[in-house]
Nanobody, 124 residues
Framework: VQLQACGGGLVQAGGSLRLSCAAS??????????MAWFRQAPGNEREFVAA?????YYADSVKGRFTISRDNAKNTVYLQMNSLKPEDTAVYYC???????????????????WGQGTLVTVSS
């Protein structure tokens, strides 16, 4: 699976951004491929943000502010980010996996495919 993420940028606190991640490749299985967003701030480990595996999963830190969705016709997953905070500043990575199980969905090491990352900077 090849993943191409885009949509990052600079936004003021309280603002919104929408990230997109387009999937392609012979190993991409459409609706049967789980997709997710992780983020990594400088000096920090990569952390789970949200995932779509038949249903939506969110990290507590973004619940109620971020929404993950997917357009199966376009093989694209989106992350709508509202009420952004300076602590949301990070490089955001799109991930995909064909066999991930729900109990491991928040673990970066369990996802097989990764996009190149897109930088989100939230100014205070």
């Amino acid at each position: 699976v090849q993943l191409q993420a885009c949509g990052g940028g600079l936004v003021q606190a309280g603002g919104s951004l929408r990230l997109s991640c387009a999937a392609s490749g012979q190993t991409f299985r459409g609706v049967n491929t789980a997709m997710a967003w992780f983020r990594q701030a400088p000096g920090n480990e990569r952390e789970f943000v949200a995932a779509f595996r038949w249903t939506e999963y969110y990290a507590d830190s973004v619940k109620g502010r971020f929404t993950i969705s997917r357009d199966n016709a376009k093989n694209t997953v989106y992350l709508q980010m509202n009420s952004l905070k300076p602590e949301d500043t990070a490089v955001y990575y799109c991930a995909a996996d064909n066999g991930i199980i729900v109990s491991t969905i928040t673990k970066a090491t369990q996802w097989d495919y990764w996009g190149q990352g897109t930088l989100v900077t939230v100014s205070s």
